[in-house]
């Protein structure tokens, strides 16, 4: 009697711990669920904006190629949160495996992406971004998509060169364009009846000090981000976390599922 009391109240503890996890793992996927929705709703918003909203961002090569990215984790964490709630509240083991082999994948490709940044860090050096810049920058021909990204972001950021304007002296720029000292993307522009309008771009392509940025885009970017990059280490930890016991909790339900 002792006996099969002491397996009843297991067989009850383990059925209350399988409930748990089942609903613990409902309400996370709901979150993810929804934050999935949100990112698609701001992207698709953008993109079919009436108001103009979406000519800035065609016009901006990163705005333009952000809206993808945001487009493209809401409707992953979208699925991902879908496939996560009905498979806990409907116990379906199918739909169990499927989010778990999901989860492992996104986990993997996060894992190689890390890996892969490790042993191409050298890629992501002041070096590294002057030979490219004076190999492959042309100064006006928007259809290159490296001119044209270079562009962007040095009127984003107002400056000029990866370390200085001096970066463009042997150049390919300067090859195309011998009369031009800089690009005019390094012009300084002021806010005229809320429109940017370069304060004298003739005396800035000729090289006067007084009229460019002379600050460098590797240091204008790394002190803009600094911050977000502190940010961005602790979410992807805490994320990969998540995905751990996530991967857990998944097998555990897919496991006490009879």
């Given amino acids: 009697m002792g006996q099969g009391e002491a397996s009843a109240r297991g067989t009850t503890m383990e059925g209350d711990c399988l409930s748990c996890i089942k609903y613990l793992m ?11 929705s949100f990112l698609l709703g701001v992207g698709v918003w953008v993109l079919v904006d009436p108001t103009g909203f979406r000519e800035i ?13 945001i487009l493209g984790m809401g409707g992953m964490l979208f699925l991902l949160g879908f496939l996560g709630c009905c498979g806990a509240i409907r116990e379906n083991k199918c739909l169990l495996l499927f989010f778990f082999m999901l989860i492992l994948l ?7 992406a ?4 490790f042993i191409f860090r050298e890629h992501l050096t002041r070096e590294y971004f002057t030979k490219e810049l004076k190999r492959h920058y042309q100064g006006y021909n928007n259809t290159d998509v490296f001119t044209s990204t270079w562009n962007a972001i040095m009127t984003t950021f107002d400056c000029c060169g990866v370390n200085s ?17 800089v690009p005019e993307a390094c012009c300084l522009r002021v806010n005229q009846n809320g429109e940017l309008a370069y304060t004298s771009r003739d005396q800035c392509l000729s090289g006067n000090m007084m009229f460019r940025n002379n600050k460098g885009c590797y240091s204008a970017v790394v002190d803009y981000f600094e911050l977000y990059i502190y940010v961005a280490g602790a979410l992807a930890i805490v994320v990969l976390t998540i995905e751990l016991f996530a991967m857990v909790f998944a097998m555990c339900l897919f496991r006490g599922i009879q």
Avoid: Q, W
């Fill in 26 to 36: 409902f309400v996370f996927n709901f979150l993810i669920f929804l934050g999935g």
């Fill in 57 to 69: 961002v065609a016009a901006n090569p990163l705005l333009f190629t952000g809206v993808y990215v």
């Fill in 106 to 112: 996104i986990f993997l490709a996060e894992l190689a």
């Fill in 114 to 117: 890390a890996i892969l940044a």
């Fill in 165 to 181: 304007p001096e970066d463009f002296k042997d150049s390919r720029f300067r090859l195309i364009n011998p009369n031009h000292v």
